[in-house]
């Protein structure tokens, strides 16, 4: 018979995936629940607690999970969150081995960010000059945006499919400006391109300036 672990003896994480189920469907109640209020009564208008009580929990679990308010803002255009794009859409992405493939999903995923997220991506757009809280949740925004092009740009120069003479730093710019929200906003809200039409020629672009022929 073994001997029981000492009171001091370190103890093995426990990871429940029912425990880890429930966490993503709260989360995801919690972000519905703050998109409705925060297209009703506006941002600055919406409280921690208004949140909680939509979504049916407390406020320090809502804390727990984003710490802030400008925190639940974030997570509404992070297309990693559970409000956003499928993740088994997120899973192909990091998959997938073709160059070609690799960026027709970016140019899904930025399409079905956008269209998910227009009003909060507006109140950033808009905001961000006058409010400094909201400014600082684009900037974390723009951060991470920026993050994930230089791990697509790596990717491709690391296979060799970058294009001949093009610069990492450069092509990461490119990206950058091409999946931006003010690039969607142009020709689908704008210019009136069906969304369809707008990640087509996203991929289309990227394809043309980012790799070999």
Not at 3 to 19: N, V
Not at 165 to 191: F, I, K, N, P
Request: with cysteine.
């Amino acid at each position: 018979m073994a001997e029981p672990p000492s009171p001091g003896a370190a103890r093995r994480p426990y990871h429940s995936p029912a425990r880890q189920r429930q966490a993503g469907q709260t989360r995801a109640r919690i972000l519905t629940a703050a998109r409705e209020l925060f297209r009703a009564a506006g941002y600055a208008a919406t409280t921690m607690d208004a949140i909680a009580s939509s979504a049916q929990v407390s406020a320090k679990t809502v804390e727990a999970a984003f710490g802030s308010k400008r925190g639940v803002l974030a997570a509404l255009v992070d297309p990693l969150a559970s409000a956003g794009p499928p993740h088994d859409l997120v899973d192909r992405l990091r998959a997938a081995q073709h160059p070609r493939e690799r960026l027709a999903l970016v140019a899904e995923l930025c399409r079905r960010t956008y269209e998910a997220s227009v009003p909060e991506f507006e109140l950033m757009r808009g905001a961000a000059a006058v409010a400094p809280e909201v400014g600082a949740v684009a900037r974390q925004v723009e951060s991470r945006r920026r993050a994930n092009q230089v791990r697509l740009i790596t990717y491709l120069e690391e296979g060799r499919f970058l294009r001949t003479g093009l610069a990492a730093g450069e092509a990461t710019d490119v990206v950058w400006a091409l999946t931006s929200y003010d690039m969607y906003r142009a020709l689908v809200g704008e210019q009136h391109w069906p969304a369809g039409r707008y990640q087509n020629w996203l991929a289309d672009i990227m394809a043309t300036c980012l790799l070999n022929t």
